[in-house]
Every structure is written in C-alpha cells, then in structure tokens.
T-cell receptor, first 113, second 111 residues
C-alpha cells in the first residue's frame, strides 16, 4: 500500500467550528490531492498541491483552504464548518511523471451537526 | 456535461457470469485512463490502467476507444469478492496528474 495516512479517521463537530484534516505521506511525492465524496457526485477535487507551498484550487474549493509547509504533509482546513461539508474526505498522492494513477488514503468521515 | 459518465447500476449477476461496464469521457485531450475499485466505506484502489491496445489482467479486460471516447471493463467468471463499485477515471489532459472520476457502477455478485 502507498505510504499515505489520514487523520483523524472520524470526526463529529458543530457548525461554525474550524476543522483541520491531515494527510501524511512517506513516499516523497510532489503531488498531493484532497477530494470529497458524496452520494451521486463521486469524487470531487477540492484542492491540490504540486510542491511545498504550491497549491491550486479544484472543482469545489469554496469554504476550504489548504497548506503544504513540507513535502510529507498536506492539510485541509474548513475555517467555519457548515452542514454541507459533511462528507467523506480522501487524500491522494501520485508518483512522478505524467499520466500516473493516484493512490488514496483511508479517508476521513466528517460530520457537521 | 460531466467529464466522465457511467451507468450507476446496480448490476446484480450470479457467480461465474461475465459482466461489462462502460464509461464515456468528454475531454478528447485525456490521455490516461484507469479503472478503480471501491469497496463499501473504503478508499478507491487502482484496479488497472487502460491502454490504447486494450489490456488484460487475469479475469479483467479493459478496452479503450478513443474515437468514441469510450472505455470498458469486462469481468469474466465473476466471484463474490468482485462485489464493489467500479470507478472509471481519466486524466484532464496529456501528461497531467489531475484526474476526473466517474460516479461509479455498483456490482453485486450473487451466490
């Protein structure tokens, strides 16, 4: 399995609170991704990173921010969580070179009450 | 229009059956194609890449038709353990690592 771990695995919190999810990799890969998965929508890209301090928005970035201060960690922050952000969040990494498949962490189940 | 479209199913087939899934993609610049498998409440896992000439991995065969922008996955001799959701995945453009995911096709293999 790819060396990628997500934390926490489960979280329940209240509307309006800040939440930070962590993705940690041991593969030294440049590219890292955050997705959310909801019924009927499949996986949707929130933000991605192509290097330390280099990030870009994905399809559903509103309400989310990210940071990548070192190669191994990619953080996803919900500044003020809303119920619409209840979802399963997956982090992914991809090897060097183009046209590569992505490999996923175990996911974080986040519930915003 | 979605980047990747799949029949959501569900497909319910008996053990030993052959089943085929299809997928269409909208971006003619896509160059990389994959099938992922996702079990309930688990992360997606790469099943196989799809090559232009078609490729096979045991009981699984993937085909690509660039002219029609169509990808298929054939599973022969279905096993109970094949029950899962199968995701069709394409990249955004040549050389890109960013991927678009279909919503998945649900397969249940029945004893």
């Amino acid at each position: 399995d790819a060396g990628i771990t997500q934390s926490p695995r489960h979280k329940v919190t209240e509307t309006g609170t800040p939440v930070t999810l962590r993705c940690h990799q041991t593969e030294n890969h440049r590219y890292m991704y955050w997705y959310r998965q909801d019924p009927g929508h499949g996986l949707r890209l929130i933000h991605y990173s192509y290097g330390v301090k280099d990030t870009d928005k994905g399809e559903v970035s509103d309400g989310y921010s990210v940071s990548r201060s070192k190669t191994e960690d990619f953080l996803l922050t919900l500044e003020s969580a809303t119920s619409s952000q209840t979802s399963v969040y997956f982090c992914a990494i991809v090897g060097e070179g183009g046209n590569q498949p992505q490999h996923f962490g175990d996911g974080t189940r986040l519930s915003i009450l | 229009r979605k980047e990747v479209e799949q029949d959501p199913g569900p497909f319910n087939v008996p053990e030993g059956a052959t089943v085929a899934f299809n997928c269409t993609y909208s971006n003619s610049a896509s160059q990389s194609f994959f099938w992922y498998r996702q079990d309930c409440r688990k992360e997606p896992k790469l099943l196989m890449s799809v090559y232009s000439s078609g490729n096979e991995d045991g009981r699984f065969t993937a085909q690509l038709n660039r002219a029609s922008q169509y990808i298929s996955l054939l599973i022969r001799d279905s096993k109970l353990s094949d029950s899962a959701t199968y995701l069709c995945v394409v990249n955004s453009r040549a050389g890109a690592n960013n991927l678009f995911f279909g919503t998945g096709t649900r397969l249940t293999v029945i004893p």
